[in-house]
């Protein structure tokens, strides 16, 4: 299971719950995905995503980072 952890206009932020360090999220868009990481916020991967839409998905990141972190360290604190 991968629990959505935000929505935001058309992106879905996601933890994928059998993913490794550095904390990270997944931004996902019909078949376009990111992975970002959280501290400090970079783009790791970008499957298709237009250079704004990597911008406004940065920007909803950094809005929403230290919940981010939170939920990351929350799914990972138990392993």
Do not use: C
């Amino acid at each position: 299971m991968s629990p959505v952890v935000l929505r935001e206009g058309k992106f879905t932020i996601i933890i994928y719950t059998r993913d490794h360090p550095p904390a990270h999220v997944h931004a996902k868009s019909g078949a376009q995905e990111a992975k970002i990481g959280l501290d400090p916020i970079d783009i790791m991967e970008n499957w298709g995503f237009k250079p704004q839409e990597i911008r406004t998905i940065v920007k909803i990141i950094q809005t929403h980072q230290q919940e981010l972190l939170a939920r990351w360290d929350e799914l990972y604190s138990e392993r």
